[in-house]
Every structure is written in structure tokens, then in C-alpha cells.
């Protein structure tokens, strides 16, 4: 089945305790991305990669790293997380071009 | 720049009635359109797309849109709403390209009386 994985799903922890978010998809696309989504604001695009350790700034990138050494893989990285980092966040994956056909199911982040 | 206005936060329609949400977008040339949607505690689904060609596609679980360039639209529509389709709408734009960027609309959540 085509699918994004995203784990964990829920996680609650603590200002500056560096948490790690795994995000998989077995479709074999090159493009991925994170966005975090916040009531009221939608959703906005932390970062994304075109492919293999290429990756870019999205609209929100303060607070996070991510990396892409496989193709399949895209984690994000919160070193130093804080409470206004609490959001849902989610990765997708998609061929390129215009379309971001699927998304991973959302981990939910409270930072306390 | 790009952007994507969703003037209904909240709507509520009666189960069997028809249904359309707005969307209004703002970008300088014809930009690539979508709907998808979220339901409680799932990711975001993708219910259709306009690139180019007729202005009004079909999507999945019978929705519809129309792009309206006159009016910088597209609005999602279906003919008749089932309680399975109370969930939060989302359009959003994209200018394609190597970036690939998505610009979301703050949404719209459907509630859908019995």
C-alpha cells in the first residue's frame, strides 16, 4: 500500500530536549516535505527536498533541521524544541511537479 | 505573492443538501489548483486538482470544483452531502516548478446535520 509513515504520532516533552520526527514513504518519490498546521493559519511548509540531500528552506524554518540521506526517508529534527513549536506537523511526498498527492497521518507535538 | 483565501471557517449543511466552499486565490499567472481534506485525527487527502484544460474536474467521493480565472476562484462543490463528509476542507495553490510549494487556505469545517 502507498503511504507516508510518520512517527511518533502523539509526543509531549519538554523545552530544549531534542526530539527527532521519522518520516518514510514507500512510493519511491523524490520529493518531500514537512508542514506544521495551527489553527487559524492552515498549514505552512517548514522545509522540503527535491531529492537525495538536496533540501531547502520553506516559509518556516526557524526552531528545525531536517535531512535527506535516502531517498525514502525525511526526518525532522527539533534541537532545541519550545513551547510555540507545539503545532501538528506533517510530511508528504510526492512525484515533483505541482502535485503533493499524499500525506503522512500528523504527529501531534507538545512541547511543555 | 502567492495566497489562498477560505472566507467560510465554519459552515453547516443538512445531510442530502448541496454543498459549496469558497475559495478565492491571488497569484499572477494560472496557478496549479487543489482541494483536499482532513478528517478528525487523519492527514490531509487530496480530493482534486486543476493544472490546465477544462475548468471543471472531478475529484473523489463525488466532488466537484470550477476554476474561474474572471474571478480568481475555485470553488468545491457536491451535489449532495453525506454525513461521512463532515471533515475541514482545505484549497490551496501551487506555482509548480522546481519548488513544488503548497500555499493552504486557513481551511473550512464542514458539520453536516442528520
Redesign the interface.
Known amino acids: 500500500e502507498a503511504q ?1 509513515t510518520q512517527n511518533p504520532r502523539y509526543l509531549i516533552t519538554v523545552t530544549g530536549k531534542k526530539l527527532t520526527v521519522t518520516c518514510s514513504q514507500n512510493m519511491n518519490h523524490e ?1 518531500m ?1 514537512w ?1 506544521r498546521q495551527d489553527p ?6 517548514i522545509y ?1 527536498s ?1 531529492n537525495v540531500e538536496v533540501t ?1 528552506k ?2 518556516v524554518p526557524e526552531g528545525y533541521k531536517v535531512s535527506r540521506k535516502e531517498k525514502r526517508n525525511f526526518p525532522l529534527i527539533l534541537e532545541s524544541p519550545s513551547p510555540n513549536q507545539t503545532s501538528l506537523y ?1 510530511c ?1 511526498s ?1 512525484l ?11 504527529t501531534r507535538l507538545t512541547v511543555v | 505573492a502567492q495566497s ?1 483565501t477560505q472566507p467560510d471557517i465554519h459552515i453547516t449543511v443538512s445531510e442530502g443538501a448541496s454543498l459549496e466552499l469558497r475559495c478565492n486565490y491571488s497569484y499572477g499567472a494560472t496557478p ?1 489548483l ?1 482541494w ?1 481534506v482532513q478528517s478528525p ?6 480530493l482534486l ?1 486543476y ?1 490546465s484544460g477544462d475548468t471543471l474536474v472531478q475529484g473523489i467521493k463525488g466532488f466537484e470544483a470550477e476554476f474561474k480565472r474572471s474571478q480568481s476562484s475555485f470553488n468545491l462543490r457536491k451535489p449532495s452531502v453525506h454525513w461521512s463528509d463532515a471533515a475541514e476542507y ?1 484549497c490551496a495553490v ?9 500555499i ?4 473550512t469545517l464542514l458539520a453536516v446535520q442528520p
Do not use: I
Open positions: 507516508v520529493y516535505s508542514y487559524g493559519l492552515g498549514l505552512r511548509q522540503y527535491m531547502d520553506g516559509d506533517f508528504a510526492g515533483g511537479g505541482a502535485a503533493l498527492a499524499f500525506f503522512g497521518q500528523g | 489562498v496549479y487543489f483536499y485525527g487523519q492527514g490531509l487527502q487530496l486538482k493544472f482545505f501551487s506555482s509548480g516548478g522546481a519548488t513544488n510549494k503548497l493552504f487556505g486557513t481551511g
